[in-house]
């Protein structure tokens, strides 16, 4: 049986980001077969759906803003189809052959394998992250 896709991102107020993001996934080799834009911003980003029109997108609104509710609702609203489903960060940008080698991995993956992950490669160093490195950050 063929997987189906359905990649979930929650956004607020950062079009230039989410636009990035959907075009690293539409110059892709592999689409996925919706992607669920769940917007907790003050300026709706619809017109982003427009914009890629290769792409299936559902766009949402979530008000007052949270990245766990927005993406609960992304999780609700997902095709019944859907067999695999995805979280992308709305500044995130894939190389083309991601979802193809994600979908390639599933297509092969035992029964009992409940998840999978991108790697990040160019990830930004987060804030105070030395802060980590202290005995009592370690401890807890």
């Known amino acids: 049986m063929k997987n189906s896709l359905s990649l979930i991102v929650a956004t607020k107020d950062r079009p230039v980001e989410l636009k990035r ?3 690293s996934v539409a110059f892709g080799t592999t689409l996925p077969d919706e992607i669920i834009i769940v917007d907790g911003g003050q300026k709706p980003a619809d ?4 914009e ?7 766009y949402m609104r979530c008000v007052p803003p949270s ?4 993406r609960n609702l992304g999780v609700l609203s997902a095709s019944p189809s859907a067999t695999l489903l995805g979280f992308l960060d709305d500044d995130t940008t894939l190389p083309g052959e991601s ?3 994600m979908m390639n991995f ?5 029964d009992n394998v409940g998840g999978a992950s991108f790697n990040l490669m160019n990830s930004p160093p987060l804030a105070y992250s030395n802060l980590k490195l202290m005995p009592l950050a370690r401890r807890l």
């Open 67 to 70: 990245a766990a509710k927005q």
């Open 106 to 110: 599933w297509e092969n993956a035992d």
């Open 99 to 101: 979802i193809e080698e």
């Open 47 to 50: 017109f982003m759906a427009k």
């Open 21 to 23: 993001m959907l075009a």
């Open 52 to 58: 890629f029109p290769g792409l299936h997108i559902q």
